[in-house]
């Protein structure tokens, strides 16, 4: 009887573990994270943004559970997804472009949201003033729209007979659009160049706009930075070489996949930043009280191989300013 009891007991004991585990979860605190893109390629980025949550105590799994929400490129998505996250989280972090910060902000006046963005925040209408954040809303402004001039500079010493620059953006990306072209733009004034602008919202609008863009005998082509380029980035690397076009990218896993030169702000260091901020607003700092953080930090990256495939050969004033050299 005895025996029988016990095991009764044991068994019991069992079964409440897993219902103590999931109270034990459910307890924690919750952030959201919203991207408007997919979980591709992300690792090392979701990595980045877990060091900075435990620089400030915070492990996932341990003491606080993140809600990952992906809307595929599909922005139509985002809204919902923001409304399910303002019901469960405490803290809600955006990334992905404009789009998921506004969806955001849409849906919640009262849950704290820290966005990671590339482009002015306060020309973006998330917060009225970068020092002292208005409303519920702080978080990372990466510069990466700001950059496009002085990258337009450098792919120019690398390829200073070109004369015509396609420039492929994304029309969905309105304000991304908007800054390339007007900073690109005042660029090429200067030193005489022509641009050819393309637009593509689609990889087979990617593919088409290129194959257009051949026909009129481009001498390099610059990819903005935007999200959705920067996920199609190993087709445009591709079409890039098969069309033998010289191309700058915004973000460095471009030049990590084969593209020849990108310039930008330092992707991972950004995310480790808005992992320490949303760490430090679940603690429960306010966004009124931590002023929108700008990127300090730029990556210069030249794939040397893609080079001599090219039959470029890099400047040594520019191998200097460069931060890494890719084999």
């Given at each position: 009887?005895?025996?029988?009891?016990?095991?009764?007991?044991?068994?019991?004991?069992?079964?409440?573990?897993?219902?103590?585990?999931?109270?034990?979860?459910?307890?924690?605190?919750?952030?959201?994270?919203?991207?408007?893109?997919?979980?591709?390629?992300?690792?090392?980025?979701?990595?980045?943004?877990?060091?900075?949550?435990?620089?400030?105590?915070?492990?996932?799994?341990?003491?606080?559970?993140?809600?990952?929400?992906?809307?595929?490129?599909?922005?139509?998505?985002?809204?919902?997804?923001?409304?399910?996250?303002?019901?469960?989280?405490?803290?809600?972090?955006?990334?992905?472009?404009?789009?998921?910060?506004?969806?955001?902000?849409?849906?919640?006046?009262?849950?704290?949201?820290?966005?990671?963005?590339?482009?002015?925040?306060?020309?973006?209408?998330?917060?009225?003033?970068?020092?002292?954040?208005?409303?519920?809303?702080?978080?990372?402004?990466?510069l990466a729209n700001e950059l496009e001039a002085k990258r337009l500079q450098l792919l120019l010493q690398l390829v200073p007979q070109a004369q015509r620059i396609a420039v492929?953006?994304?029309?969905?990306?309105?304000?991304?659009?908007?800054?390339?072209?007007?900073?690109?733009?005042?660029?090429?004034?200067?030193?005489?160049?022509?641009?050819?602008?393309?637009?593509?919202?689609?990889?087979?609008?990617?593919?088409?706009?290129?194959?257009?863009?051949?026909?009129q005998k481009p001498d390099a082509l610059f990819v903005g930075a935007t999200a959705f380029l920067n996920i199609r980035r190993v087709q445009l690397v591709q079409l890039a070489?098969?069309?033998?076009?010289?191309?700058?990218?915004?973000?460095?896993?471009?030049?990590?996949?084969?593209?020849?030169?990108?310039?930008?702000?330092?992707?991972?260091?950004?995310?480790?930043?808005?992992?320490?901020?949303?760490?430090?607003?679940?603690?429960?700092?306010?966004?009124?009280?931590?002023?929108?953080?700008?990127?300090?930090?730029?990556?210069?990256?030249?794939?040397?191989?893609?080079?001599?495939?090219?039959?470029?050969?890099?400047?040594?004033?520019?191998?200097?300013?460069?931060?890494?050299?890719?084999?």
């Amino acid at each position: 009887m005895r025996r029988r009891k016990f095991i009764t007991l044991l068994g019991g004991a069992a079964a409440a573990w897993p219902l103590a585990a999931r109270a034990q979860q459910a307890a924690m605190p919750v952030i959201g994270f919203l991207d408007s893109r997919s979980s591709d390629g992300m690792a090392s980025r979701l990595t980045a943004f877990r060091q900075g949550l435990k620089e400030v105590g915070l492990v996932e799994g341990e003491n606080v559970t993140i809600i990952y929400r992906w809307a595929e490129d599909r922005v139509d998505r985002l809204p919902e997804m923001a409304s399910e996250l303002a019901r469960q989280a405490a803290v809600i972090v955006t990334t992905g472009g404009p789009p998921s910060a506004l969806a955001a902000k849409a849906a919640t006046t009262t849950i704290p949201i820290v966005f990671l963005v590339g482009d002015d925040p306060t020309r973006l209408g998330l917060v009225t003033s970068l020092a002292r954040p208005s409303g519920n809303l702080t978080g990372i402004n990466m510069l990466a729209n700001e950059l496009e001039a002085k990258r337009l500079q450098l792919l120019l010493q690398l390829v200073p007979q070109a004369q015509r620059i396609a420039v492929l953006v994304n029309p969905a990306s309105v304000n991304n659009t908007e800054t390339t072209l007007r900073d690109v733009g005042a660029a090429a004034r200067t030193t005489g160049l022509q641009l050819q602008v393309l637009k593509a919202n689609t990889a087979r609008e990617i593919e088409e706009s290129i194959a257009w863009s051949e026909r009129q005998k481009p001498d390099a082509l610059f990819v903005g930075a935007t999200a959705f380029l920067n996920i199609r980035r190993v087709q445009l690397v591709q079409l890039a070489a098969f069309h033998r076009l010289p191309a700058t990218y915004g973000q460095r896993e471009a030049a990590e996949a084969g593209g020849l030169m990108t310039y930008g702000p330092s992707i991972l260091e950004g995310y480790r930043q808005w992992g320490i901020y949303a760490g430090r607003v679940l603690k429960g700092a306010k966004p009124t009280d931590l002023p929108v953080m700008q990127s300090t930090k730029f990556e210069l990256i030249i794939n040397s191989t893609t080079a001599r495939m090219f039959g470029i050969t890099v400047p040594a004033s520019l191998l200097a300013l460069a931060d890494e050299v890719l084999e």
